[in-house]
């Protein structure tokens, strides 16, 4: 029994099908990935002649506590501006963190919300710095908020609720993909807001959890918190005691890769 984990759907398949990249997928007898809807027909990123076992990210609940106090009053996330090559199938661009940020450029300029981003992004980004400072963008360094562990759960827990940019590539693969990051916010009882990938075709969405794909839809979801936070708090923990549970969703997966007696 050989599993290979992936971690980041789309790239893996598209590197391996369309630029012959080896990914290490022989010597493999179980392929599983995090993209909810790698090898659906809503999503057109190549199997590589692979059956796909789909699984959502687990989360120790015992180690991600409701959170009670608020300590970054705005919505945050942490990430990198940029990862490694983006890649072009079929006329579509499956690009980075930086591509779909780009597109919410003016987002803080169209509400009184706070958006603070621990970002890892180059000095020499020097364009994308300033339009970034100059439309209201609060940045942090993340190897001094979230550093650790230890760090990264007390940045994500006294946050307000997660602004959740995705990759492009996720986005227009349409994969289903959800972070692991966003998960840990949902956990800690705190509201996401998260870019559409697909995934509402697999979680709920509305109470606790919204998807965006316009500006319009983040502000929307940002009234709801308005209206109700304590609610959509509560609703973000059940959805990762439903749906994240890593007892649940780790004895799903051993049992679906026949590891079980």
Not at 30 to 43: L, S
Not at 67 to 72: G, H, L, P
């Amino acid at each position: 029994l050989r599993i290979y984990l992936d971690l980041d759907p789309a790239f893996n398949q598209l590197w391996h099908a369309t630029e012959g990249i080896d990914m290490r997928f022989a010597g493999h007898t179980h392929f599983v990935t995090v993209g909810q809807a790698i090898g659906t027909p809503e999503c057109a990123v190549p199997t590589c002649g692979l059956d796909w076992i789909a699984t959502p990210q687990p989360i120790v609940l015992d180690s991600w506590p409701v959170a009670e106090r608020i300590t970054y009053d705005a919505l945050t996330t942490v990430g990198n501006w940029r990862g490694y090559g983006s890649i072009e199938h079929d006329g579509v661009f499956y690009g980075q963190k930086a591509h779909s940020l780009r597109h919410f450029i003016t987002l803080p300029r169209l509400t009184d919300e706070t958006f603070t981003l621990a970002l890892a992004i180059h000095p020499d980004e020097t364009h994308d710095l300033e339009s970034l400072a100059s439309n209201g963008w609060h940045l942090l360094d993340p190897t001094c908020v979230a550093s650790t562990p230890a760090d990264y759960r007390r940045f994500i827990q006294g946050s307000k609720a997660e602004f959740g940019i995705a990759k492009s590539g996720y986005v227009a693969a349409r994969c289903g993909w959800f972070s692991d990051r966003s998960v840990c916010y949902l956990a800690s009882g705190r509201p996401v807001i998260a870019q559409e990938t697909g995934f509402s075709r697999f979680l709920p969405t509305g109470e606790g959890l919204f998807a965006f794909e316009t500006s319009d839809d983040v502000l929307a979801g940002i009234d709801e918190l308005k209206r109700d936070y304590a609610r959509h708090a509560r609703a973000a923990r059940g959805i990762a005691v439903e749906h994240f549970d890593s007892d649940v969703v780790l004895a799903r997966l051993l049992q679906q890769v026949g590891a079980t007696p």
